[in-house]
């Protein structure tokens, strides 16, 4: 049992640059989420997905898309990186019956050059 | 929109000691209040949480306690020890189904003296 699962662990892109982190949970949960942390602004919200087939806008969409490819697997992409996207990215899970906790990767640092 | 405060910023205490973190948070549908330790490098780790329906909740030497007349919920370690020492995150969910939203405090970096 491996949790939730992100890759790669880091990378470095150029500005303008197109590449999609990918995550996959092995727990059965409904929902998925992607998270930014910066220094000193703890966790934001970027998109999650209730549900397969289901995406919503967070608190700091723009810039990214999403695709939840089946139930395990929720993908984010940068389609033309900044360096304000220069970030570490988390993947979380959660189920949505009794404990609804997130369960989290062990996350992507990405600088964007 | 929905915000979740949390202080202090950074918390020092010695060995032994007990630590208390605070959050507030600013949506009454509120339902479901986690707490994670982040070590250095790597992910948040869900260490305990509460319902809305419970006053307080107890593991070891963790507990929780929330108010939801004040809106806020603490986060309470005692006899505290060196691995203790990490960024602990309170969060606050509202909606009762898969489509609701998780919204984080800002962080408390606790230091455990020797």
């Given at each position: 049992n491996a949790g939730v699962t992100q890759t790669p662990k880091f990378q470095v892109l150029k500005t303008g640059q197109s590449m999609t982190l990918q995550c996959a949970q092995d727990m059965n949960h409904n929902s998925m989420y992607w998270y930014r942390q910066d220094p000193g602004m703890g966790l934001r919200l970027i998109y999650y997905s209730a549900s397969e087939g289901t995406t919503d806008k967070g608190e700091v969409p723009n810039g990214y898309n999403v695709s939840r490819?089946?139930?395990r697997e929720f993908s984010l992409r940068l389609e033309s990186a900044a360096p304000s996207q220069t970030s570490v990215y988390f993947c979380a899970s959660s189920e949505e019956v009794k404990r609804w906790g997130a369960f989290f990767g062990q996350g992507t640092r990405l600088t964007v050059v | 929109g929905e915000n979740v405060e949390q202080h202090p910023s950074t918390l020092s205490v010695q060995e032994g000691d007990s630590a208390v973190i605070k959050c507030t948070y600013s949506?009454?549908?509120?339902n479901y209040f986690p707490w994670y330790k982040q070590e250095l490098g790597k992910g948040p780790q869900l260490i305990i949480d509460i319902r809305s329906n419970v006053g307080e909740k107890k593991d070891q030497r963790i507990a929780v306690t929330l108010n939801k007349t004040a809106k806020h919920f603490s986060l309470h370690i005692t006899e505290t020890q060196p691995e203790d020492s990490a960024v602990y995150f309170c969060a606050a969910r509202t909606g009762y189904s898969s489509a609701s939203k998780i919204i984080f405090g800002s962080g408390t970096r606790l230091s455990i003296r020797p």
């Open positions: 490819l089946n139930k | 949506d009454s549908a509120s």
